[in-house]
């Protein structure tokens, strides 16, 4: 199947992939006199009278804002938010479809950071939570940041911390499988934008200590000049102070990590890292590296981004358990140790006796995954003093 071609097609037949759904009947006159005026108005003055009652009284209990300012859609860069449109309603189906969450696509037409945060934040009382979408980096640490110091329901740039929770979840696993131990591991992250940072931070939480970030200038190495997070990166890895390429940091690593750009990485720079080593290229659609070569340079376990290829790393797997978990004990944000626990809880699907290098992670649509991680996420809330049920 082509599928750029289908889904072109399939999209002019569906004009929209979401759609509201009324979940009251509107048949006569005490219907009406129910579910709008005159009786409408004291649920209304209860929310006057108790904020907390807008979580119970209305959908915004379940209610997700999908947003983004349409600069950097799916791989395709800045091509504006009405463009973008397509993938957050794409986005809007998946949090239906694997978590039962409502959510509902926001494109805005800004690219100031203060005018994209102060209009979020005035529409944040309709909604449960927020998930940031395809906004360009440095941007779009901004952004949350300042979305997180305002807003008093979860914050979540998915392109970040949904992607780092399921890596953190394969390397977990691949770790194991290859016996090596996450404080011991040297790990090599290739691309500095959003992505690659939060995979960096959520590592370094889950245990990684020996860690090498690359752009497309070389190693990350306090001092140069880079942007304000990047800069925070080089101060708390590469201790070693190594500078040099890729190819440089890949030597003797135990994991490459990449979400950059296709075919950058070849066979020799596979051959020089550890023996067993693991390769995560998920540069999408075309990763760092083919898997088949990079199992032929003497990689022992490889993930990719993609659906057609063993051990897919995919947000799907993060995004909508991690939400329901977050919305079910009403949470005000969704902080590290809610991002731990996704981790461990996705990797923990994988039974010891189950895994295998072609088996580190479950399969996208195992059933099990919305509830285990929304479990986890739901307990780390609590313990971590964020939740408010």
């Known amino acids: 199947m082509n599928y750029m071609e289908e889904s072109l097609r399939l999209h002019g037949e ?51 804002a ?37 959510a509902f696509p926001i494109c805005i037409r800004s690219k100031d950071v203060d005018e994209i945060v102060r209009t979020i934040y005035l529409i944040s009382g309709s909604f449960g939570g927020i998930n940031l979408e395809d906004i360009a980096a440095p941007r779009c640490f901004e952004i949350e940041r ?42 090599v992250i290739n691309g500095a934008g959003s992505a ?13 200590k020996h860690l090498k970030m690359v752009d497309r200038f070389g190693i990350l190495c306090e001092g140069e000049q880079m942007n304000p997070a990047q800069e925070e990166m080089a101060k708390i890895t590469n201790p070693e102070k190594q500078s040099g390429k890729l190819a440089d940091a890949m030597k003797g690593a135990d994991v490459f990590i990449g979400v950059s ?49 063993p051990n897919q790393i995919n947000n799907v797997m993060c995004f909508p358990g991690l939400f329901r978990g977050a919305l079910d004990v009403r949470a005000r944000d969704i902080n590290e140790e809610m991002k731990q626990a996704a981790s461990h809880a996705l990797a923990d699907l994988v039974a010891p006796e189950e895994l295998t290098t ?29 939740a408010r049920l």
Not at 39 to 50: H, R, S, T, W
Not at 198 to 204: C, F, P, S, T, V
Not at 358 to 386: C, E, H, M, N
């Open 146 to 187: 300042k979305l997180k110091e305002l807003c008093d329901i979860p914050v979540f740039h998915d392109d970040q911390h949904g992607t780092a929770v399921v890596v953190g979840a394969a390397l977990i696993n691949a770790l194991r499988v290859v016996n090596k131990d996450i404080g011991e591991a040297k790990v």
């Open 14 to 64: 569906w004009q929209g992939k979401i759609e509201v759904v009324s979940r009251v009947p509107v048949k006569n006159k005490d219907d009406l006199s129910v579910a709008y005026t005159p009786g409408v108005a004291q649920p209304c003055l209860e929310i006057q009278k108790d904020y907390n009652k807008s979580f119970t009284l209305t959908r915004r209990h379940n209610l997700v």
């Open 66 to 102: 999908v947003i983004t300012d349409g600069t950097a859609v799916l791989g395709l860069g800045d091509i504006g938010p009405e463009a973008g449109m397509p993938v957050m309603e794409g986005k809007c189906a998946l949090f239906k479809a694997f978590g039962d969450v409502d």
């Open 261 to 309: 750009a296709p075919h950058i990485v070849s066979k020799e720079m596979v051959q020089s890292m550890a023996k067993d080593a693991i390769v995560f290229p998920m540069a999408n659609p075309t990763p760092e590296i083919e898997p088949d070569e990079a199992l032929a340079a003497g990689a022992a376990v490889v993930g990719t981004g993609r659906s057609d290829h």
């Open 358 to 386: 072609q088996y580190i992670l479950p399969k996208a649509f195992d059933k099990r995954i919305g509830p285990a991680v929304a479990a986890a996420v739901a307990k780390a809330a609590r313990d971590s003093g964020v």
């Open 196 to 208: 690659g940072i939060a995979i960096g931070k959520h590592l370094m939480n889950l245990g990684v």
